[in-house]
């Protein structure tokens, strides 16, 4: 079945290095993913997507690197600060208004 | 403009009676999605409407059922509460212009089953 996975479900950093949080997805026909961050007792909040016709895309601060070959997805943030501080989401549309997201890394910032 | 508004923000209910949780979504948007967050889990699908249709269902029992209303708002109701219910629901929109759209979420309803 569909399934969009996380390698790690938690990661530490200090403050002012470089995140990295991956992910694997199962179906090779998805064309569309998206990077949600959930801060607590709040909803998901839209960070970046990208189109499976790019390899790569930037952001303010994070950019998220798309592998069809390996079916991996991966989100960097550069000069991580206490704020980001979350529960990053990957999530794939795979199907007509399916969004499947898989089960979260938290990602904790030490000062 | 406002985001996506969810009602109530928190919602205690004992096995077996019915809950109703409500949406509004983002001015000009069609398309409301339900989605279930189970403590420490990932996001499952619930519903999707679209133009007060419903386009798409998630693998959930006939219990959870919602409705869309001409100004776009959204219901959803589960019926015979069950304990494994609990969780937060989150109600997302988008435009509605075809899929590979992104999706704006509320800050969700917190159901605890007693």
């Known amino acids: 079945g569909e399934s969009v996975g996380l390698h790690l479900p938690t990661l530490s950093v200090q403050e002012g290095d470089n995140s990295i949080i991956n992910c694997a997805y199962s179906n090779s026909a998805s064309d569309y993913f998206i990077w949600y961050k959930q801060e607590s007792g709040k909803g998901p909040q839209f960070i970046i997507d990208i189109r499976s016709n790019m390899d790569k895309r930037q952001g303010q601060r994070v950019t998220v690197l798309l592998n069809k070959t390996v079916k991996h997805l991966s989100l960097q943030i550069a000069a991580t600060q206490p704020g980001d501080s979350a529960v990053y989401f990957c999530a794939e549309i795979s199907a007509w208004g399916k969004l499947i997201f898989g089960q979260g890394t938290e990602l904790s910032v030490k000062p | 403009e406002a985001g996506v508004t969810q009602s109530p923000t928190h919602l205690i209910k004992t096995r077996g009676q019915q809950a109703t949780l409500r949406c509004s979504p983002i001015?000009?948007?069609?398309?409301v999605y339900w989605y279930q967050q189970a403590l420490g889990l990932g996001l499952q699908f619930l519903l999707w409407y679209d133009e007060g249709e419903e386009r798409n269902r998630g693998n959930f029992p006939p219990r959870f059922s919602g409705r869309q209303f001409p100004n776009y708002s959204s219901e959803l109701n589960v019926n015979a509460l069950e304990l494994e219910d609990s969780a937060l629901y989150l109600c997302?929109?988008?435009?509605?212009?075809?899929?590979?759209?992104?999706?704006?979420f509320g800050s969700g309803t917190q159901l605890s089953v007693l």
């Open positions: 997302a929109s988008s435009l509605g212009q075809g899929y590979n759209e992104k999706l704006f």
């Open positions: 001015s000009g948007h069609t398309s």
